[in-house]
């Protein structure tokens, strides 16, 4: 089967730092993508990996090493319009281009 | 990126019925997907919407319980058929655009939230 694990709940202070965890196993694999989903709102994509290493965006970054079917996403300097749930995403190695998504992380950000 | 927009936002329905909704993007994408997500959950792919040729559905999804077009390379419809309480999701599309085969991303529309009584 194809399974994504991330932890359900995150919580964390504004201005902190928080890494969300994405464990995956499925069948194939061609890069892993984060999606930033608030309440009412649809997902909006903030990174993809497809090879090893860090990827960096203003405050997020994304990380992923393929021999460990492991990536995290790093949000740095929270603010309160980061609480929202997280989701990571696997696009198959099947040129199907489709996602198979995670569980989904909320976080909350405390003031 | 692709500007995707949904038709409706939201409904209210009675089951037995069905409703079709419509997705439309800004540009021509050769990959478009409808998926569902359930209250609280996560989303789930429901098939791929193929120009030209019949839907591609996941396990556990079927083309005569939620029928899907595909006329050209920015429109699709995707029709609730025979709906039930348990079809109340959000249905959003999403397209596929490749930046120089560098960043592969999916963009997904505002969604449509259903509600069948």
């Known amino acids: 089967g194809q399974s994504l694990e991330q932890p359900s709940e995150v919580t964390a202070v504004e201005g902190a730092i928080v890494q969300i965890n994405c464990t995956y196993q499925?069948?194939?694999?061609?890069?892993l993508s984060w999606y930033q989903q608030h309440d009412g709102g649809a997902p909006t994509f903030l990174s993809y990996?497809?090879?090893?290493g860090l990827e960096e965006t203003g405050r997020f970054s994304s990380f992923l090493s393929r021999s460990d079917s492991y990536g995290y996403l790093l949000l740095q300097e929270l603010q309160m319009k980061d609480s929202a749930s997280y989701f990571c995403?696997?696009?198959?190695?099947?040129?199907?281009?489709?996602?198979?998504f995670g569980s989904g992380t909320r976080l909350l950000v405390r003031p | 990126s692709a500007v995707i927009s949904q038709k409706p936002s939201r409904d209210i329905c009675q089951r037995g019925t069905s409703l079709t909704i419509q997705c439309q993007v800004d540009?021509?994408?050769?990959?478009m997907f409808w998926y569902r997500q359930q209250p609280g959950q996560s989303l789930t792919l429901i098939a791929t919407?193929?120009?030209?040729?019949?839907?591609?559905?996941e396990s556990g999804f079927v083309i005569d319980k939620f029928p899907i077009s595909r006329p050209n390379l920015t429109f699709s419809t995707l029709t609730v058929s025979n709906m039930s309480p348990e079809d109340s999701s959000i249905y959003l599309c999403?397209?596929?655009?490749?930046?120089?085969?560098?960043?592969?991303?999916?963009?997904f529309g505002p969604g449509t939230r259903l509600l069948v009584l």
């Open positions: 540009s021509q994408v050769t990959m």
């Open positions: 999403s397209v596929f655009q490749s930046d120089r085969g560098t960043k592969e991303t999916q963009y």
């Open positions: 990996n497809a090879l090893d």
């Open positions: 995403a696997v696009t198959g190695g099947d040129s199907s281009y489709k996602l198979i």
């Open positions: 499925t069948s194939g694999f061609y890069g």
């Open positions: 919407a193929n120009q030209g040729s019949e839907a591609t559905y």
